[in-house]
């Protein structure tokens, strides 16, 4: 009995084992998974880049546009004085 029981363990513990064989893909699959995540975060920091800059040149173009409607308004103002003088 005692016999057979050091047989079963020694199974279990051997290198070719259910055990070692469980552990060796735990890793495997702790191995992928850090990958994964790597590749992931390697995305997403690329496409928050990519938006920054986005965001950069939007907000550029919203400051223009709101100087040229500064601009235009001030035009209009003077051309109305300028339409009320000659009435």
């Keep these: 009995m005692t016999e057979r029981m ?3 363990t020694g199974d279990l513990l051997s290198a070719r084992g259910p055990i070692n064989s469980a552990s060796n893909g735990a890793s495997e699959t702790v191995k992928e998974l ?3 995540y ?3 975060s ?4 690329e496409r928050m880049a990519t938006y920054q800059k ?6 550029t173009m919203i400051a ?8 235009l308004t001030t035009q209009l ?8 003088q000659k009435k």
């Design 6 to 8: 050091g047989q079963i």
């Design 34 to 36: 850090a990958r994964q």
């Design 38 to 40: 790597e590749t992931t």
């Design 42 to 45: 390697l995305r997403i920091d």
């Design 54 to 59: 986005q965001f950069a040149a939007l907000d």
């Design 64 to 71: 223009q546009m709101n100087s040229v409607s500064g601009y």
């Design 77 to 84: 103002s003077m051309l109305e004085n300028l339409s009320s």
